[in-house]
């Protein structure tokens, strides 16, 4: 569910978007990835990236200056989301416990499971959505809605 959320959620903050000039969503920010468009950019890539990670896949190397339009994430974006529903789709409680081995440029080996690395790629998004509600603000405009409730993420025709 949480997925659906993050995706609904994103959705949401590239038709907000809409409503900028290329100029605003570009301008330099403290924190996040320093702007709108190079945030929304990272969430994509970041989500992606662990997806690929966990299926032994290669990792992503583009670069923000290639995409530096809310057209252009957005159509990385859809690339991308077909793999990642693909994955999320096929979820089940055997992957949970699934050891990840990862070793970090200090050397040092680094174990979690694909539970965790789930969970960390969920909070990752939810934590940039929180800058770009403060970035909202910071230019005087409404963010967009992170409530969770509402947003027909369950199914009750079966209840």
């Known amino acids: 569910m949480f997925f659906s959320y993050n995706w609904s959620v994103r959705e949401d903050w590239y038709r907000w978007c809409e409503e900028l000039s290329e100029e605003?969503?570009?301008?330099?920010?403290?924190?996040?990835?320093?702007?709108?468009?190079?945030?929304?950019?990272?969430?994509v890539d970041v989500e992606w990236s662990w997806i690929?990670?966990?299926?032994?896949?290669?990792?992503?190397?583009?670069?923000f200056n290639d995409y530096k339009s809310l057209d252009k994430i957005r159509e990385?974006?859809?690339?991308?989301?077909?793999?990642?529903?693909?994955?999320?789709?096929?979820?089940?409680?055997e992957m949970e416990n699934r050891l990840f081995y990862d070793t970090l440029p200090d050397g040092r080996t680094v174990?979690?499971?694909?539970?965790e690395i789930i969970r960390h790629t969920i909070a990752h998004?939810?934590?940039?959505?929180?800058?770009?509600?403060?970035?909202?603000?910071?230019?005087?405009?409404?963010?967009?809605?992170?409530?969770?409730?509402?947003?027909?993420?369950?199914?009750?025709?079966?209840?």
């Open 24 to 43: 605003e969503l570009l301008l330099t920010r403290s924190g996040g990835m320093g702007s709108i468009l190079h945030t929304l950019f990272h969430i």
């Open 111 to 115: 174990t979690d499971t694909w539970g």
């Open 125 to 159: 998004e939810i934590h940039h959505i929180g800058q770009l509600s403060i970035w909202a603000r910071e230019i005087g405009k409404q963010p967009v809605s992170a409530n969770l409730i509402g947003r027909g993420l369950v199914n009750y025709s079966n209840k």
């Open 76 to 93: 990385l974006d859809a690339k991308f989301h077909i793999e990642v529903k693909n994955f999320v789709d096929s979820w089940d409680n």
């Open 52 to 63: 690929r990670v966990l299926q032994g896949k290669s990792d992503f190397q583009e670069s």
